[in-house]
């Protein structure tokens, strides 16, 4: 039976970077097919100025998630992307990229995930700047996609625009409070699974699955 599991999720997420390795040992389980779907929460109205106590706060949680998943976070992040007060907490521009990545090479866009991840929170780069995104994505070969970012194609801005209301919608129908979130589809209906077992116990996520 063919599945799929949708993963929504905001790039910004320190949560969902630290997902990141329980969610890779969950690729092709069960048959199921990764659909990655941006929620823009921390986008629009959910973006913020980076200031002192907000980074302080970032980064007392960046640390639990490190203890938890066993995921990096850098001095060079603490100090390049915590501590730079002329950046702004806004996963908008990496969420356009990760669109641009789905719009042209749809198998990638979980690489370029990853990559962007890393960019921010091992390297300390900006992912906010459009040309750190851009040199992202063509480290990866996704000229077409870097391509459209850095001339801010209208169409790539159109469908990123859909896919987040799409995911946000899912999320409302399926009452979920926050990202990263998984929904399974399977055999023509959908059911939300316990997204915490993902840092606490992914092998009951994998059991979930191949029940469904």
């Not at 001095?75 to 915590?82: F, I, K, Q, S, T």
């Not at 990496?94 to 990559?115: F, M, W």
């Amino acid at each position: 039976m063919n599945k799929t599991l949708y993963y929504l999720y905001d790039p910004l997420c320190g949560w969902c970077y630290g997902s990141i390795p329980a969610l890779s040992a969950l690729i092709g389980v069960g048959s199921a097919r990764l659909e990655l779907m941006p929620t823009g929460l921390f986008s629009g109205a959910g973006a913020r100025q980076m200031d002192d106590d907000f980074a302080s706060y970032a980064w007392m949680n960046d640390e639990r998630i490190a203890r938890v998943t066993g995921q990096q976070f850098t001095e060079a992040y603490r100090y390049g992307v915590l501590a730079d007060r002329k950046q702004i907490f806004d996963s908008g521009p990496a969420t356009l990229a990760l669109t641009a990545v789905a719009n042209t090479v749809p198998g990638k866009e979980y690489a370029a995930l990853k990559a962007i991840q890393h960019a921010r929170y091992v390297d300390g780069s900006d992912v906010t700047s459009e040309p750190v995104l851009v040199g992202v994505l063509k480290a990866l070969g996704l000229d077409e996609a870097a391509n459209l970012v850095a001339r801010s194609d209208s169409d790539i801005v159109s469908t990123n625009a859909k896919r987040i209301t799409h995911a946000q919608e899912l999320m409302r129908n399926f009452g979920a409070g926050g990202v990263p979130t998984l929904i399974l589809e399977s055999g023509g209906s959908s059911s939300l699974l316990v997204t915490h077992t993902l840092f606490s116990d992914p092998d009951d996520l994998c059991r979930q699955i191949e029940a469904a």
